[in-house]
């Protein structure tokens, strides 16, 4: 039978990750892959969690191998509030301000499936991190692609599209914008205070939301915290977070927070999804966050993601750093540099001669909703070696050198 | 700020689970609940799992506690491609005909997803189980609703609904027919195997899919199994199953099995919805059905589920038998039993009066998405006592005859 036509509209547009297919050569021996943002899972703390596990479900196996809530397991509820009462000075959140998910991918989709619909409008980063987009693209809205600079999204150019939205009409269809604050996914950037406050200010001005992603905040390695959106606008804020940088991305345990009426509302849009969040993995987590300070166990890993960054951003000056125009940036904390070459450089049509010099990293067309910048590429720092991040550089430029001659492209 | 305003229209619209709301006062003290249909948890093979949970993560940890793939764990599909072969005697399910959900919750939310849109329709049995009809509605189709009789759907009705939608040349947006085919929840009753094979006919005929859910095929007590739908039209049929009932529901672990073109779609809608399923449970899963053989291992269970049908029967004949009108169905396995009671009672107005006489069902009309029979309700027969089963029917008529009493309903 024709099973295309029997799929729905959303269906027949989707595509699979392209990353997904690009990192499929990643373990090729000889490969330095500059590609996935997956932590190193020999800084899980594996033994600490196989005791907890045979303990929970020896003595607790009443809830753990049991049906839970659609809200979410309470003790690692009470364990995350302690968490944000320690380290952000966040001391109103309750309960039913929080709703725990699979990942901060499922967080993502259910905001999406809550607030939007085809006729909606969101504002997004440009470039966006993929997840939001395939998760938000499931209601088919329009996205207002906001540029990301160095200090965050651009948001006069925000302004000028309310304030067209307005001028048509159609304001009160825009649901809301989303920011990843810190050490932002592919731009490697943080938003400053400055503009932190000047988005929670259009937002009461255009009466909007603000969803806040903040799954790198915890892995700065220099610079001074900044305040969150969240803490500044808590009435309008919707904040995800993840245990996946922190912990483990195997047990897929994210967390959405805001209001208690968007809560209920995100809920019930779980409830139709998978109607509740492992057992398990949740009384895992709250049992390790109760038992160990969740902070000072990565210390040593944020350590060595830190000397990563400072390798390579060392490796990407002297390899390079002589390019014309060429531009990164340079991440206080977080996983990823995001490197823009010069025009006429198609990342993605290069990625063959990479993979032929046996290095990988991820084409930026990868991170539009829109017409791509393809001269831009995404570059992970935290599983390669020190070493291997100098010779991966070397590489590249090999590759950027072969490919700009072959174009004819003047470097 | 006014949130309601910023929903989707499908948010506003949806209702938290009645059940929920109804069995919140279910462990009051003294209170006999007829009401969930979760299994046991003392019947969990908790040690068995505390050791192999504690291996993997020693073991294993670099899967166990790392991102997987959207499709999920090899090791598990193997497994349940052997249970497949084992019992069902099905020998052509490949890793590419089968995805992993987090519960078979997920696996209904995702073949809506990936199905239906607004102006689709989608048959479902009348009454309809509420998981899936708050799954579908996600995408706010059009329901055509089959009545249930006792050896499955009214095909008849169903033929002629779809001759109407052939007629107003609506029928190529009829998507699927959805089939609970052993021991219906909330009916209890199984699709014989005429009515299966001449579902198959029209579904040919008419060209649409079959999504066959069988979370309860495992739980039969007596009488002979029924191949599957998916087994006599794997081609147009996507079969769907959870390890919830047969291992446990804490894990939330489902699967869809289907045509290759139609799981890689699926896939995709998963990868937008959550990413992947927490490694962990799907590992742990996995080695336990390599070790154990699932099914003796729950044979004792089913045992236990048959003998209190049986008492449930018999507690039914001797307390509601003589009611006029009165009419129950008598499953073969699974859970749960449905009572439709004299026209004129309404069950969910009667539930304050059971409440007091400390005995919970759950009304019929929690499993309608069209006008409900209001005269029925569904009663889970797994997790009471042989006892209170009968102590629980002495309670239930007394309710009974209160409410008719006071509404003047003879009975």
Known sequence: MNFESKLSEVSKRIKSSIIRELLKVAN?????SFGGGVPDPDTFPRNKLAEISKEILENEHRFVLQYGTTEGDVELKKGYINLLKKYDGIDWVKDENMVITVGSQQALYLVGMTLLDKN????????????AASAFSQRAPKFINIPLTKDGLDLEYLERELEKLYEIGEIDKFKFVYAISNFHNPGGVTMNLEKRKKLVELAE???FLIVEDDPYGA?????NKVPSIYSLAPNRTILLNTFSKVLAPGLRLGVIIGD??????ITMTKQAADLCSPSLTQRLAARYIQRYDLYDEIAPTIKLYGEKKDTMMKAIEENLGDIKDIDWTRPEGGLFT?????????TMEMFEMAKMEKVLYIPGEAFYVDEPDR??????????????IHEGMRRLRRVIDKYAKEKGIEI
């Open 375 to 388: 001269n831009t590429m995404r570059i992970s720092f935290c599983l390669p070696s020190h070493e291997e």
């Open 28 to 32: 090729n021996p000889g490969m330095i």
């Open 219 to 223: 892995l700065r390695f220099e610079g």
């Open 120 to 131: 909606s409008y969101c504002g997004v980063s440009r470039p966006i991190y993929l997840g």
């Open 338 to 346: 995001w490197i823009t070459l010069p025009k006429g450089i198609d």
């Open 205 to 207: 001005k255009y009466d």
């Open 260 to 265: 208690e009426f968007l809560i209920r509302k």
